[in-house]
């Protein structure tokens, strides 16, 4: 089982930046495609992000293109969440995900991931 804790979230000014991170334990994250996902106060959690576990392949939401990049160190067990020109509407907690994989493919779907973190606050002010 792969236990996962985010960090980096905080209070930025719109079109500012910032860089989440997710440390995974556990388990090696090798074997794991991960995704990062959003929740805004009465919305459905959302995907932002998503990686196959060697990081040939990712996935972005229409949003987020041009803006956000994933990316994972699996020697350091983290994968990281760069979100650049911030806008008020990326306000949201955000949440990483991971599951085990064998096809070498991402995960896009929230019911695809069997592993979550607590979540980190991001906001984002106009």
């Known amino acids: 089982q792969v236990q996962l804790v985010e960090s980096g979230g905080g209070l930025v000014q719109a079109g500012g930046s910032l860089r989440l991170s997710c440390a995974a334990s556990g388990r090696t994250i090798s074997n794991y495609a991960m995704g990062w996902f959003r929740q805004a106060p009465g919305k459905e959690r959302e995907v932002v992000a998503a990686i196959s576990r060697s990081g040939g392949s990712t996935y972005y939401a229409d949003s987020v293109k041009g803006r956000f990049t994933i990316s994972r160190d699996n020697a350091k067990n983290t994968v990281y969440l760069q979100m650049n020109s911030l806008k008020f509407g990326d306000t949201a907690v955000y949440y990483c995900?991971?599951?085990?994989?064998?096809?070498?493919?991402?995960?896009?779907?929230?019911?695809?991931?069997?592993?979550w973190g607590q979540g980190t606050q991001v906001t984002v002010s106009s």
């Open positions: 995900a991971a599951e085990r994989d064998v096809s070498g493919r991402y995960y896009s779907k929230k019911y695809e991931y069997s592993y």
